[in-house]
């Protein structure tokens, strides 16, 4: 299980810093002047400069992604019931995300700012397990109703 965890961590790793990179990319493009902002100002601020603040972002999304990377082998603890697994993986995910959010200032540092994240976080997070979990729940049936006609 550790081996799993730390080969997953490894893989998820990257693929943090790429969706970190595709997500200023975006904004970039929606902010439309012809320029790149890889971080938010106030970040810079705090790091003194842009590259700075870059190479602090930059480990901080390949943080983020091992710890998703690595919390997806709780998906496959099968003596685990699935309320228990949602809720250690949104537990881990949680505590792993939102402190690197704020220090990010991928939120702002207000009440409002960290309760909105929070929400849209967890919107997000059970958005998505409810799609998977109708989409395998599809998928098991179709396989059931295949096993029955065969």
């Avoid at 390949?62 to 250690?88: D, H, M, P, R």
Wanted: aromatic share 16%; with cysteine.
């Amino acid at each position: 299980m550790k081996k799993k965890v730390i080969l997953r961590s490894l893989i998820g790793a990257p693929i943090g810093l790429s969706i970190s990179f595709i997500i200023t990319l975006i904004i970039s493009v929606i902010i439309n002047k012809g320029e790149y902002y890889p971080v938010v100002p106030q970040l810079t601020a705090l790091c003194g400069n842009e590259l700075n603040a870059v190479v602090i972002q930059t480990i901080c999304s390949l943080i983020y992604g091992a710890a998703f990377g690595g919390a997806s082998v709780i998906w496959e603890i099968e003596n685990w019931s699935l309320l228990k697994q949602t809720v250690i993986h949104c537990i881990v995910i949680s505590v792993s995300m939102l402190p690197i959010a704020y220090c990010m200032y991928w939120m702002p540092h207000s009440f409002w700012g960290i309760a909105g994240y929070i929400a849209i976080f967890f919107f997000i997070y059970f958005f998505i397990w409810f799609s998977q979990y109708f989409a395998m729940k599809k998928r098991i049936q179709e396989f059931n109703d295949k096993v029955k006609s065969d």
